[in-house]
């Protein structure tokens, strides 16, 4: 998907339903960040952090988001050296960079398969109160036994029990932020479940947003349903604006059924961005960025984790191997699957024969994340067309390049989104909660002595 002046051309203000919601991705996974690129600066370093998320707030966005990873992942038995290694813990981070701004809401991802409800909660509510309100949380899940051996308990849990274990940690987490009385008090909290049964005091009081904010990233059946029943945002992917109908169609269509509006969930798909003065320079800038992000090297470890065997000895600029892969070989370790194999290996093949593709151009075809790509005019046409049409309520954008991958953006887009009405002028509010429009929890009616 891209954006281009004769696809877009200007149409006037129109009146506005919605206004666009914006996040900053801070990089570093996967094949997003070019590395090898000049501007490309230490991903250990506060300074980086600094910056993005001081650009992310000049340019009025929700919030910032950290990702994280609990094991560093292995290819062919050693550590991949294209990831991220050595990255801070999250939360410490952004109690940091709390006091180094003022309104941008502050995201960690801490993942629910392996962490517990009462050390996480605290943990949050203490990140609210220091920001005053901004904190949020990014809940994943993990099957994956090779993740799980940094861990006591070691082990894994299959795939429809990580997610039931999410929705009950979620749950006894908002059971503990509510724990204290509207007087300021603490009062005892029992909680009985499939996988928690825990009981005591609560060390914090109602943090200032009620309850931070809970992302949920994922797009199978299973992580919509946890998103419908639990979340307030979902960080998704998909390619097209007809395939972002769908699944925004879907999403909200499920909220229903657990008394939630469409109001209550936020859609933010993640996206890149490539401007250029024209449109012709903007797809050269984005496929030069592609062929950087999708190195020959990084080609072969691509392939090799669908084919599941070492390829080292293939060409990346040659054909794709005939040889069938070999499914569950572990050669590679702590990373989501691309789906079966077989049926993976099968469609680049289709997708190789019918556009003459070599490794490195198939991997790069069908690796793209969901891109906005155009001159500044034409890229805040899309954005806003995607939102409009009910495909998005914003975006959780992804730079490739740290610190400085949002500062065009920033710079040259903003306030194209401001001229059309589409983007706010100023923060309204002080929390993240008033930044997405989203309520802030009602405390449930409770006697004093508070049981689950």
């Known amino acids: 998907m891209t954006s281009t002046d004769k696809q877009h051309k200007p149409r006037g203000r129109r009146p506005h339903n919605k206004h666009i919601h914006l996040a900053a991705h801070f990089p570093g996974v996967n094949n997003t960040t070019v590395w090898t690129d000049p501007r490309s600066r230490s991903q250990i370093d506060f300074a980086s952090f ?10 009025l966005f929700d919030f910032f988001f950290l990702a994280e990873g609990l094991r560093l992942r292995e290819h062919k038995g050693r550590v991949h050296d294209l990831d991220v290694v050595g990255r801070p813990e999250s939360l410490t981070v952004l109690n940091a960079l709390a006091a180094v701004t003022e309104r941008l809401g502050l995201a960690a991802t801490v993942n629910a398969t ?18 005053g309100g901004r904190a949020a949380w990014n809940v994943v899940t993990s099957s994956d036994a090779f993740t799980g051996e940094n861990f006591r308990r070691g082990g894994y849990l299959d795939r429809a029990d990580r997610y039931t274990r999410a929705a009950e940690f979620v749950a006894t987490a908002r059971e503990l932020w509510d724990s204290w009385t509207s007087e300021g008090q603490p009062r005892p909290f029992v909680h009985t479940g499939q996988h928690f049964d825990i009981e005591g005091e609560f060390t914090l009081p109602r943090s200032p947003q009620g309850h931070p904010v809970v992302i949920q990233a994922g797009d199978s059946p299973e992580g919509r349903e946890f998103a419908a029943s639990a979340a307030d945002v979902i960080f998704t992917r998909h390619g097209t604006l007809e395939a972002g109908r769908a699944f925004y169609a879907d999403v909200k269509g499920r909220l229903a059924k657990y008394g939630r509006t469409t109001e209550d969930l936020k859609i933010m798909p993640g996206v890149t961005v490539v401007l250029g003065d024209t449109a012709a320079e903007a797809q050269e800038r984005a496929a030069g960025i592609r062929r950087q992000q999708v190195s020959p090297q990084n080609a072969l470890l691509t392939l090799e984790q669908v084919w599941g065997v ?17 499914v569950d070989s572990g050669l590679s370790q702590g990373r989501t699957k691309r789906g079966d194999p077989r049926a993976v290996a099968e469609e680049w093949r289709a997708l190789s024969r019918a556009k003459g593709l070599s490794i490195r151009q198939t991997v790069i075809e069908t690796t793209t994340r969901q891109s906005f790509i155009g001159t500044p005019q034409a890229v ?37 989104l401001q001229e059309r009405g589409a983007y706010r002028t100023e923060y309204a509010g002080t929390t993240l909660r ?4 989203l309520k802030e929890p009602v405390r449930p009616a409770r006697e004093e002595g508070l049981t689950a």
Do not use: C, K
């Open 50 to 59: 600094e910056h993005l998320a001081r650009t992310a707030e000049r340019g």
């Open 114 to 131: 392996f962490n517990e409800p009462y050390e996480t909660a605290r943990r949050f509510a203490t990140l609210d109160h220091l920001s």
């Open 310 to 326: 070492d390829l080292s000895s293939y060409d990346p600029d040659g054909p794709l191997p005939d040889i069938d892969p070999v």
């Open 380 to 416: 805040a046409a899309e954005l806003d067309e995607f939102v409009q049409s009910d495909a998005a309520d914003g975006f959780i954008l992804v730079p490739h390049l740290t610190p400085g991958g949002l500062d065009e953006f920033v710079d040259q887009v903003v306030p194209l």
């Open 434 to 437: 008033s930044h997405l429009g």
